[in-house]
T-cell receptor, first 116, second 111 residues
Framework: GAGVSQSPRYKVAKRGQDVALRCDPI?????LFWYQQALGQGPEFLTY????????KSGLPSDRFFAERPEGSVSTLKIQRTQQEDSAVYLC??????????????FGQGTRLTVV | QKEVEQNSGPLSVPEGAIASLNCTYS??????FFWYRQYSGKSPELIMS????GDKEDGRFTAQLNKASQYVSLLIRDSQPSDSATYLC???????????FGSGTRLLVRP
């Protein structure tokens, strides 16, 4: 596709509900990142995929957060038993190559999650 | 100390002036530096990347990098009200794939 596509754009979840956020990266992009952005803050790293392999999940805040990219393209970020502190914008980014310095990452429009 | 530091602002400049945005980083082995622009309610948009010491110009934008001082800046010439946004500095380490962001500087260009 022309850009990184995320869905849904907005999600309201009741506390305790499970949610799934989808990211469709730019076609051919090997690397895929998930970030969490709280209001007034910069994006915070959650996890990284190189193709289908999840190489880094050090930023996931708890074991309620789970991400997958089974075929090396579309990725899903799942949050189980949502809590109010999970309310944030979840951003997905992709880049063409990995582990080289000249790799520019492009972001999707994000999913704004509100837990009530 | 945060890995990437930016003044939160707001930085207010009149239309037509030069806006200067600054960023410092703590990891000396950082190799790649990026500036993203983020309008309110929108996602970050890449506007500049720089990898070597010195200046890199692209239209009205100039990125400046000084690795010895661990400092990167973005100059916006002939600032326009449409430049009003939050500017995020992002840094990537030498062998790292991870982008580390600052908290952003809010720029306000007054007509």
């Amino acid at each position: 596709g022309a850009g990184v596509s995320q869905s849904p754009r907005y999600k309201v979840a009741k506390r305790g509900q499970d949610v799934a956020l989808r990211c469709d990266p730019i076609s051919g992009h090997v690397s895929l990142f998930w970030y969490q952005q709280a209001l007034g803050q910069g994006p915070e790293f959650l996890t990284y995929f190189q193709n289908e392999a999840q190489l880094d999940k050090s930023g996931l805040p708890s074991d309620r957060f789970f991400a997958e990219r089974p075929e090396g393209s579309v990725s899903t970020l799942k949050i189980q038993r949502t809590q109010q502190e999970d309310s944030a914008v979840y951003l997905c980014a992709s880049s063409r190559r990995d582990r080289t310095k000249n790799t520019e990452a492009f972001f999707g429009q994000g999913t704004r999650l509100t837990v009530v | 100390q945060k890995e990437v530091e930016q003044n939160s602002g707001p930085l207010s400049v009149p239309e037509g002036a030069i806006a200067s945005l600054n960023c410092t980083y703590s990891d000396r082995v950082s190799q790649s530096f990026f500036w993203y622009r983020q309008y309110s309610g929108k996602s970050p948009e890449l506007i500049m990347s720089i990898y070597s010491n010195g200046d890199k110009e692209d239209g009205r934008f100039t990125a400046q990098l000084n690795k010895a001082s661990q400092y990167v800046s973005l100059l916006i010439r002939d600032s326009q009200p449409s430049d009003s946004a939050t500017y995020l500095c992002a840094v990537k380490g030498g062998s790292s794939y991870k982008l580390i962001f600052g908290s952003g500087t809010r720029l306000l260009v007054r007509p």
